[in-house]
């Protein structure tokens, strides 16, 4: 549970007198800074809390400084931020003063002695005696998240400023809670960026890549090589400054390499480690940050240089990254490092370059210091299930707890994307208890500021897992977010663009032309709906949650519009006319009798498209097909409709499927069912090395007029783009009886 049943009904008892009085909780502004909105409770979820009816006015509030705090500190500026800009007051005052409608005590005050906070790393505690609140942490850190959690119990009623009493005793079950970033270092990039940060308590950050900037102008440059620019180096020095009087951990850098040996880094002749240690690594480490090396999809092919002088790129990446720590540690003794090496999966997903990758993680993991942290994003390139004894592979061979770099959230929609209200079942399904324990920091992959709702998902997970809810949790992220009111509209809008998820493709497919009128029905209703979204929210929508599937979807439409004179459909009939002339060669079919099925009669899936792979050992011709991904993927399944005539069937009839399995080891689990009625279900018995026909039978009582066909991907992943999946050629349904 998330909290207490008694907690949870005066929770919701304060919400619900706040909405039936129609009250806005950030009046009427529309700065997106009022984030977190009120909702009458903390996230990330506290240990203990008990959320009082009381509520005390701020319009002349008391502050009252422990020793431990200065008018200056960091912290105490996110406090008196917050009381400002929802309309309230304060004055610094001796701690007799009576005059003030609120009394807040920040740190170790005399008034304070006699109770503590939990004895914990970053423990703190809010405790609430009539009007006055004191608040204290074990450390430095807890102390910001006890000003943190209380920001959140501030509100705006019928044009005041108000705090709601709360008493907390909270502490974090994960102490390093990590996020990415962009490397957009200038305000309100930053300012926004640490406003996240500060609201759900995270202090960990990679600014993984997008550090290369124009020289005056600060603007994105692909070109790192550039000679940085006195501004950049003024950026990062106030980017140090700001996180360290947080005492937030960072790390900053770029993908200092391209798809192209000719223009990859040089390692062998030593002119781009100089560019990369004066430009990145020596201005990050003095601002107190670390260096974040991302050589992941990119280190292949070697640069020609580099395959001369190492041979091999674990050669080259070890002598690299220890050359650019040895000279860091000798002038910044608590320099730190982040690297992705091009081998950040496994076990469970094949490596295909052209070295061994458990030589080259024990290599690295062998001779790398334990200041420099591998990135690992799991068994598989993209997000799927991690048990202990993944972990402990990836462990045993870096030597060392793997950052988490997780690619995708298991979300079922298009390109992975979030749809602001989807729960985040992953973080309770994907991971056994104690994972946090194991590994390093957890990040996410894409989770900038604009996926906010994932973010506080993530947020409230590595803080509290036991009291983790993920609905529960995501309509809470929603609603701090954009405000209360946006959350109804928000999951009518993920409604409506799901309905899309079955049917989007790159190129528009016969499905979708099936499906026509649905389709557009649908885009005019959420072209209705997103205006009203503005309306709503107290801030822009998108500054904390982007819609990503509303341009996807917008395109997709136009297409769809215009289909008549799409090339891409008499393709697909050119395909689908060659899938029949296959199947009568491969299937003998019976033009009469036979139901003949194309990847283009079916819905669903990633498709259709047309698939060949030739690596010397296996040879797949080309062929239009639909291709299945993970059961939580955007493409877990097809579907098709068949007729039976006459009906009532005399027998069974059989299903020939044509298809090939996924290169993985393991057959990819798939279910075939029709009408519901499970026909196959398991490892599927199709070939790796080609297209090969299996038949299946379907019992006479499982059939109707008017049948459905469903086969659908088994695997519990999210996985697209790469194993497990299964690619789906053609269906011929046949009568069996004479």
């Known amino acids: 549970m998330r909290r207490s049943m008694s907690t949870i009904l005066i929770s919701l008892c304060v919400l619900n007198s706040v909405m039936a009085s129609k009250i806005q909780v950030a009046g009427q502004s529309d700065d997106p800074l009022m984030m977190p909105y009120y909702t009458g409770d903390i996230i990330p979820t506290p240990q203990k809390a008990e959320y009082t009816k009381q509520f005390i006015s701020l319009k002349n509030a008391g502050v009252i400084l422990g020793k431990d705090v200065e008018k200056t500190d960091a912290r105490l500026q996110y406090l008196l931020d917050r009381i400002t800009r929802y309309g309230g007051t304060y004055d610094f005052v001796a701690a007799d003063n009576r005059t003030n409608a609120c009394l807040i005590f920040v740190g170790d005050t005399p008034e304070a002695a ?89 202090n960990l950050v990679d600014f993984r890549k997008g550090l290369s900037v124009d020289t005056n102008s600060l603007r994105a440059s692909s070109d790192w090589r550039l000679k940085r620019s006195e501004l950049f180096h003024e950026r990062i020095q106030q980017v140090g400054k700001q996180f360290k009087a947080l005492g937030f951990q960072w790390y900053a850098g770029d993908r200092f390499l391209t798809w192209s040996a000719d223009t990859q880094i040089n390692i062998a002749d030593g002119a781009d480690f100089d560019i990369i240690y004066n430009n990145y ?28 002088k190492f041979g091999a790129a674990v050669e080259a990446d070890t002598y690299f990254m220890l050359r650019l720590y040895d000279k860091l540690k000798a002038k910044y003794p608590d320099a730190r490092i982040a690297f992705c090496p091009p081998f950040y999966f496994g076990p469970d997903s094949k490596a295909a370059y052209p070295e061994p990758r458990e030589k080259y993680l024990q290599t690295i993991g062998e001779k790398f210091p334990k200041a420099i942290d591998i990135y690992w994003t799991g068994p598989r390139v993209k997000g799927t299930k991690i048990g202990p004894e993944q972990v402990a592979w990836i462990a045993g061979l870096i030597k060392r707890p793997p950052f988490i770099f997780q690619n995708g959230t298991g979300i079922p929609h298009i390109h992975g994307y979030h749809y602001a ?17 194991d590994v390093g920091p957890y990040l996410l992959n894409g989770g900038g500021t604009q996926n906010g709702a994932v973010l506080v998902s993530i947020a409230d997970w590595t803080w509290n897992p036991k009291a983790f809810q993920p609905e529960a949790c995501v309509k809470d992220a929603v609603c701090k977010l954009t405000g209360p009111e946006s959350y109804d509209l928000l999951c009518k809008i993920n409604q409506l663009s799901s309905r899309f998820d079955p049917y989007y493709a790159d190129k528009l497919n016969p499905g979708a032309v099936k499906h026509a009128e649905l389709l557009f029905k649908t885009a005019d209703e959420l072209e209705q709906v997103l205006p009203e979204l503005d309306k709503t929210t107290h801030a822009p929508s998108s500054y904390w949650l982007i819609l990503s599937g509303v341009g996807p979807i917008r395109s997709f439409v136009n297409k769809l519009r215009k289909a008549d004179s799409d090339p891409s459909l008499k393709e697909f009939a050119l395909r689908a006319e060659e899938s029949r002339q296959q199947a009568a060669a491969e299937s003998n079919i019976n033009p009469d009798t036979d139901i003949f099925l194309s990847a283009c009669d079916f819905t669903g899936g990633k498709g259709p498209s047309i698939y060949k792979y030739n690596n010397g050992e296996i040879d797949i011709k080309k062929r239009l097909c639909a291709c299945l991904y993970g059961a939580q993927s955007a493409f877990p399944k097809m579907t098709a409709g068949f007729e039976v005539s006459p009906f009532p069937p005399s027998g069974p009839y059989q299903l020939l499927v044509s298809a090939v399995d996924d290169d993985h080891q393991d057959q990819c689990p798939i279910k075939i069912d029709v009408n519901g009625n499970t026909i196959f279900e398991g490892p599927n018995p199709f070939d790796k090395r080609g297209w090969n026909l299996k038949t299946f039978t379907i019992p006479a009582d499982a059939l109707k007029r008017n049948n459905t066909l469903t086969i659908a991907n088994m695997s519990p992943t999210a996985n697209f783009g790469v194993p497990p999946f299964i690619l789906v050629n053609y269906v011929v349904v046949r009568k069996t009886e004479k």
Do not use: C
């Open 114 to 202: 006699g109770w503590s906070a939990p004895a914990r790393p970053q423990g703190y505690a809010i405790k609430t005696v009539g009007n006055k609140v004191f608040l204290k942490g074990h450390d430095h850190q807890g102390l910001l998240w006890a000003i943190s959690s209380l920001n959140q119990m501030i509100l705006i009623r019928d044009g005041a400023p108000l705090l709601q009493a709360v008493n907390v005793e909270d502490w974090p079950a994960t102490l390093k809670r990590g996020m990415l970033a962009s490397g957009n270092l200038v305000d309100p990039g930053m300012k926004k960026i640490s406003h996240l940060m500060v609201t759900f308590k995270f």
């Open 281 to 308: 690594a020596e201005p990050i480490a003095a601002a107190g940050g670390g260096l974040s090396v991302q050589f992941d999809d990119a280190r292949f092919p070697l640069h020609a240089a580099d395959v001369k």
């Open 421 to 437: 209200t989807d729960p985040i079942f992953n973080l309770k399904n994907w991971y056994y208890d104690g994972f946090l324990n």
